[in-house]
């Protein structure tokens, strides 16, 4: 099936992944090493080794960024991608090289956009490992023609809400330029229970850990400090617009009972910042009911489409959100003005 350009709106795809092939040598060394990530094996290690026909399809449309990527947009309709470094990305390397491959991998999609400038755009990668250099990674990048900043959810088991990391952002803000919190498996102290029935992939695993995240961020009091800074989280949000109301419910009877440090009054419900600093992208989540529950609690302005290539890549999902009940202006936003917003697409 090959679908055609549809008349009445473009359809811009924005969490699609690549992954330089010199990446792979460095996850292989890894893999090789004392004691690699659990999460870190059963994700990579398996991609990377597998003979299946599903596990070659990914390897192989990763590392292009071409005429494979491009055929396979032009076989399902897709005008553009919005690009970004696939999970783990540079946050399961040592400090040292994360900060040095971040640069190569953010040059490597630059010129890609570069060679394609009407069907690609691309997000920074980042090293959250060294805060300080990160933020410096964003403004190259930002110069670079990249828009965006792509983290893959936990680095080695650390997360954005310790202060340490806000520097990062601070420089995203300072650009103007939304941070995509996308997921990673579960870190070494959580993952076991998941690994022990096979859900610690795109199944279950990584909604719930970058869900975690997610909230961790709001519940720390970020965009109290950076009220302007924009995120963006895939798969429908991880969950988090349908707990809205008992994230509020339940994060004010916290405040009250004083039972943890970490959790104090914010100057918002939790459910506001959701609806304020976040835009959610249906990556891996072609059901429309999902889509229009959360156009409707959290904006239609706010939802934006995603096919989560090559990971997910099926015509038969472009069809059926084309064929959606849904007004011809809000389905408009969700293809297209969205992600030209978000991501300054012109």
């Known amino acids: 099936m ?4 549809h008349p009445d709106y473009k359809r811009i795809a924005t969490e ?6 010199e990446m792979f040598d460095i996850y292989r060394k890894i893999l090789a090493g004392p004691d690699p990530d659990p999460g870190f094996v059963s994700l990579l290690g398996f991609y990377m080794s597998s003979q299946s026909e599903r596990a070659k399809h990914i390897i192989r ?10 055929q396979h947009m032009d076989d399902t309709g897709i005008d553009r991608q919005v690009i970004a470094l696939t999970s783990p990305g540079v946050q399961i390397m040592d400090t040292d090289t994360a900060v040095s491959f971040a640069k190569l991998a953010n040059d490597q999609l630059a010129e890609a956009v570069k060679r394609h400038p009407t069907r690609f755009s691309g997000m920074v990668a980042i ?4 805060p300080q250099e990160a933020a410096k990674e964003i403004e190259r990048g930002i110069g670079l023609g ?9 680095t080695h088991g650390e997360y954005l809400s310790d202060q340490k990391f806000w520097d990062i952002f601070a420089a995203a803000e300072a650009a103007d330029t939304p941070i995509y919190l996308h997921p990673n498996t579960p870190p070494r102290n959580m993952i076991q229970p998941f690994l022990e029935c096979g859900l610690d992939g795109a199944i279950y695993g990584f909604g719930v850990e970058t869900g975690l995240h997610a909230l961790r961020i709001i519940t720390a009091g970020v965009f109290d400090r950076f009220p302007k800074l924009q995120m963006v989280i895939g798969h429908m949000g991880e969950a988090l617009p349908f707990w809205s109301y008992r994230l509020d419910y339940m994060h004010q009877a916290t405040v009250k009972s004083d039972r943890y ?3 104090r009054a914010l100057k918002k419900k939790p459910s506001d910042y959701l609806k304020e600093n976040f835009y959610i992208t249906n990556s891996g989540m072609a059901w429309q009911p999902a889509i229009k529950f959360t156009q409707e609690t959290l904006g239609v302005d706010r939802v934006l489409y995603a096919m989560d290539y090559p990971y997910q ?8 959100l084309d064929g959606m009940d849904m007004s011809a202006a809000n389905k408009k936003a969700f293809f297209q003005t969205n992600a030209e917003k978000v991501f300054k697409i012109k």
């Open 146 to 154: 990249l828009t965006g900043v792509i983290v893959n959810s936990h």
């Open 313 to 320: 890549y099926s015509a038969d999902e472009v069809v059926s």
């Open 261 to 263: 440090p970490t959790v």
């Open 127 to 130: 090293a959250p490992q060294n």
């Open 2 to 5: 090959t679908i055609k350009p």
């Open 16 to 21: 699609e992944a690549f992954a330089p092939k």
């Open 61 to 70: 449309c990763l590392s292009d960024l071409d005429q494979i990527r491009l």
